[in-house]
């Protein structure tokens, strides 16, 4: 009897030792978790994400998918086309996002979208991301960071960045004008001289181009639409001020008497055939005004930012970011190909292939990227870039944007006040504002 208990004693400590021995690296086989052990065998992964944005002619996109994928070998990136018009891009996000699809990882989203698309859940969170991998964001145009924070947590990446400028001709301007007063007494004076029509031109339809800029008169003067805080703040003095110059401006003798049907392509279109000594508009105006075969007046433009109003300059943004699907397999992988095209290396190849102006600041004093885009490197440019504000940050901005426009057209065409105008716009705001 005493025996078998002695024999019963051994095999429990026979059976501990076991145990000890197959967790222990000293008594059991080697460690060979270093080098290629298990752990970093799955780390190294190979695994493939997918990236969509509107279709690119530059082949800018695919040099920076290049080169990361050189630097990170296991991640592999699909390039997925969308349609060039951001409205179908957008509505095509939101059919595959609110299926609750994994299919896209990482996708390009229009500077006023993160509101509406963080509002309904298909962003994912960069803040940890941030704070894991010490991203200054203050390295950044604030103006895309702006539009990327939506309750207090960004939801995107500012990949390029476009603003409001003014674009003048050095044959006919001697100074850039400071003030919007400025502007309409140098346009007055100027108007006929050469070939020119008018003196000043913009963007009055309405649309989009209206409340863009309605927003920079109303900034100029020190207003705002929606606070920070997602309050409706436009029923202001200071939006007063600032719409009452637009409407002033919209109905005097310097711009086209149906300056209401302008868009971009009818103001571009005034300019480069030599109509105007100023005109409002994008980025993009620099280039084809200095296009050969459709401009008369190559070699003959600057750009400044715009007139300041007694709050000073205010441009609207636009430009585009990058996000992360909140329903992706992948989300670190995700934030490495984000980290990287929204970074110093991705915005460099993108701003030297593609033309995009960078949203870090840092990259506007790099020689390769100014050898390429000239245009970057004049003052007056990094200037109206600087002076960027995002568009109000809301949701539903589709309909508050609307609001916007009928409101300040009416204002306009003299049907309401400019009081009247911001009065009704702060009610009906807020009524449809989702928070």
Not at 320 to 346: D, R, V
Request: aromatic fraction near 8%; charged fraction near 25%; charge should be negative.
């Amino acid at each position: 009897m005493k025996r078998l208990k002695n024999s019963k004693l051994m095999m429990v400590f026979l059976a501990l030792f076991l145990i000890l021995a197959a967790c222990s690296p000293n008594l059991a086989e080697p460690n060979t978790d270093e080098g290629d052990g298990t752990k970093d065998s799955k780390e190294q992964e190979e695994v493939t994400i997918v990236y969509a944005r509107g279709k690119d002619a530059t082949g800018a996109t695919q040099k920076i998918v290049d080169a990361f994928m050189k630097k990170h070998p296991n991640i592999n990136v699909e390039v997925r086309d969308m349609p060039t018009d951001s409205g179908a891009q957008h509505d095509q996000y939101v059919t595959s996002l609110n299926a609750g699809s994994s299919e896209i990882d990482v996708f390009d989203i229009d500077v006023i979208w993160p509101a509406e698309f963080a509002q309904a859940e298909y962003l994912l969170p960069l803040d940890r991301f941030i704070q894991q991998d010490g991203i200054n964001l203050e390295d950044y145009n604030q103006g895309p960071i702006t539009a990327a924070t939506f309750n207090g947590k960004l939801w995107a990446m500012p990949k390029f960045i476009d603003a409001g400028m003014l674009f003048y001709r050095t044959d006919l301007v001697k100074e850039p004008p400071k003030t919007w007063d400025d502007l309409i007494a140098q346009a007055s004076e100027i108007q006929g001289q050469g070939k020119t029509k008018f003196g000043y031109l913009m963007q009055a339809k309405q649309y989009e181009g209206l409340v863009c800029n309605a927003v920079e008169f109303i900034a100029a003067y020190g207003g705002q639409i929606i606070d920070e805080n997602g309050e409706v703040v436009i029923d202001s003095e200071d939006s007063v001020q600032g719409l009452k110059k637009l409407i002033e401006i919209a109905n005097s003798d310097i711009v086209p008497d149906n300056i209401t049907t302008f868009t971009e392509p009818e103001s571009h279109t005034a300019f480069i055939e030599g109509q105007s000594p100023f005109v409002r508009n994008w980025p993009y105006q620099y280039a084809l005004a200095n296009d050969p075969d459709q401009s008369e007046i190559v070699d003959k433009v600057a750009v400044a930012p715009l007139p300041e109003g007694d709050a000073g300059s205010a441009a609207a943004l636009g430009g585009w970011l990058a996000a992360i699907n909140k329903y992706s397999e992948h989300p670190k992988e995700a934030w490495e190909f984000l980290k990287f095209m929204t970074g110093p290396e991705g915005q460099k190849i993108d701003a030297i292939y593609g033309s995009h102006a960078p949203t870090l600041l840092a990259l506007y004093e790099d020689e390769e990227i100014i050898e390429a885009n000239p245009f970057f490197g004049e003052e007056g440019f990094q200037q109206a870039l600087e002076s960027a504000v995002s568009r109000p940050v809301a949701p539903n901005y589709a309909e508050i944007s609307e609001i916007i426009q009928i409101q300040v057209s009416k204002a306009i065409a003299g049907e309401i006040t400019a009081e009247e105008a911001v009065k009704t716009m702060q009610k009906e705001m807020e009524a449809k504002l989702v928070k």
